[in-house]
């Protein structure tokens, strides 16, 4: 009994060290069978998890749904009103505009109308303009919708702004150069000018909602037509003058700019200045190039009637684009600042 007692207590510790790691890889073994085997009551379990889950994704998205639709529900008659609210609003700055401006600049009308030719020469140098802004929409929804845009965010600004800025003042000066009789590479680089313009306001579109880009889009019509009949309807050459004040005028509204870049972030009234600038100014600015572009599409008209040049409206058509571009993003940023007011 004794050698019984003593076997046991010097055996268990030997016998114990060394049945303890084959004991370890057994019931490891033991428990990845388990795992791995299939006629097991664990796959019903795991059916059941993955229905539960099934259904609860159902029924997530299900709610999800209900909220959406529940957040995006308007009343008719609210929204028929919000429609003729902001048509009336349009409506107002087109006449208003046209009113301003036509007795403030244009005391002095044209006696005996527009000649034929003249009117021909703008009907197509605006239609070239309509479409030039409608390859822009649908070149910068392309974009965004391939997520062209979303990588072109994420690169280098400076890369993006610098190469996108040669590239835009290459292709406008190879459309101007090359002779209008010369179709294909004409149209080619004007397609390629109105795609880089794409590339810059293609951003606005993940910024802004659709309905406050189709009001801003609204406002620049209204305000560009308006200002248009009032130099369409203007003597010859009244506004001519313009060009050089313009010239500076959107000289110093580059520079405020460019500001933020070169002005501390402490310097709070000097950046609301320059930003007041660039926005109220350049409104400004543009709209004036408006008056002095359709003017000049106008002398350019009466001298391709002489003979003395050809007719371009594609070339035209790039001055009016520029002068839309740049009205549309500011509209769109006043937009933007009143809807955070509110």
Same mark, same amino acid.
């Given at each position: 009994?004794?050698?019984?007692?003593?076997?046991?207590?010097? /055996?268990?510790?030997?016998?114990?060290?060394?049945?303890?790691?084959?004991?370890?890889?057994?019931?490891?073994?033991?428990?990845?069978? !388990?795992?791995?085997?299939?006629?097991?009551?664990?796959?019903?379990?795991?059916?059941?998890?993955?229905?539960?889950?099934?259904?609860?994704?159902?029924?997530?998205?299900?709610?999800?749904?209900?909220?959406?639709?529940?957040?995006?529900?308007?009343?008719?008659?609210?929204?028929? !009103?919000?429609?003729?609210?902001?048509?009336?609003?349009?409506?107002?700055?087109?006449?208003?505009?046209? %009113?301003?401006?036509? %007795?403030?600049?244009?005391?002095?009308?044209?006696?005996?109308?527009?000649?034929?030719?003249?009117?021909?020469? /703008?009907?197509?140098?605006?239609?070239?303009?309509?479409?030039? %802004?409608?390859?822009?929409?649908?070149?910068?929804?392309?974009?965004?919708?391939?997520?062209?845009?979303?990588?072109?965010?994420?690169?280098?600004?400076?890369?993006?702004?610098?190469?996108?800025?040669?590239?835009?003042?290459?292709?406008?000066?190879?459309?101007?150069?090359?002779?209008?009789?010369?179709?294909?590479? !004409?149209?080619?680089?004007?397609?390629?000018?109105?795609?880089?313009?794409?590339?810059?306001?293609?951003?606005?579109? %993940?910024?802004?909602?659709?309905?406050?880009?189709?009001?801003?889009?609204?406002?620049?019509?209204?305000?560009?037509?308006?200002?248009?009949?009032?130099?369409?309807?203007?003597?010859?050459?009244?506004?001519?003058?313009?060009?050089?004040?313009?010239?500076?005028?959107?000289?110093?509204?580059?520079?405020?700019?460019?500001?933020? /870049?070169?002005?501390?972030?402490?310097?709070?009234?000097?950046?609301?200045?320059?930003?007041?600038?660039?926005?109220?100014?350049?409104?400004?600015?543009?709209?004036?190039?408006?008056?002095?572009?359709?003017?000049?599409?106008?002398?350019?008209?009466?001298?391709?009637?002489?003979? /003395?040049?050809?007719?371009?409206?594609?070339?035209?058509?790039?001055?009016?684009?520029?002068?839309?571009?740049?009205?549309?993003?500011?509209?769109?940023?006043?937009?933007?600042?009143?809807?955070?007011?509110?």
């Amino acid at each position: 009994m004794s050698f019984t007692l003593t076997l046991r207590a010097g /055996l268990a510790p030997r016998l114990a060290s060394q049945f303890v790691k084959p004991s370890t890889t057994m019931r490891a073994f033991h428990q990845s069978a !388990k795992q791995n085997t299939f006629f097991t009551s664990r796959t019903a379990l795991n059916t059941k998890h993955s229905s539960s889950n099934i259904l609860a994704r159902l029924r997530g998205s299900s709610r999800g749904y209900q909220q959406q639709s529940g957040y995006e529900y308007y009343d008719p008659a609210a929204r028929r !009103k919000e429609a003729i609210r902001k048509l009336i609003i349009g409506g107002a700055i087109f006449g208003g505009t046209l %009113v301003a401006v036509n %007795v403030m600049f244009n005391g002095e009308s044209r006696e005996g109308g527009m000649p034929n030719y003249e009117r021909q020469y /703008l009907n197509q140098t605006f239609l070239h303009t309509g479409l030039g %802004v409608g390859i822009i929409g649908m070149t910068a929804y392309q974009m965004l919708q391939t997520g062209f845009v979303y990588r072109l965010m994420q690169t280098n600004p400076w890369a993006v702004g610098i190469g996108g800025l040669a590239l835009s003042i290459g292709s406008m000066m190879a459309t101007r150069a090359v002779d209008p009789d010369n179709y294909v590479p !004409k149209y080619a680089f004007w397609t390629l000018f109105n795609a880089t313009q794409a590339a810059f306001v293609a951003p606005l579109m %993940v910024m802004a909602p659709p309905a406050l880009l189709a009001r801003a889009g609204l406002y620049t019509a209204a305000m560009m037509g308006s200002i248009s009949i009032v130099g369409a309807t203007a003597k010859e050459n009244k506004y001519l003058y313009l060009g050089g004040p313009l010239l500076a005028g959107a000289a110093i509204v580059a520079v405020s700019g460019f500001a933020p /870049l070169v002005l501390p972030a402490t310097a709070v009234r000097t950046l609301a200045v320059t930003e007041n600038l660039w926005l109220w100014g350049g409104l400004a600015v543009f709209g004036g190039f408006t008056l002095y572009d359709v003017q000049k599409v106008l002398h350019h008209a009466r001298m391709a009637e002489r003979g /003395l040049i050809k007719r371009d409206p594609v070339n035209e058509s790039i001055s009016l684009e520029l002068d839309f571009l740049n009205i549309f993003v500011r509209m769109v940023q006043i937009l933007m600042m009143q809807q955070r007011r509110k």
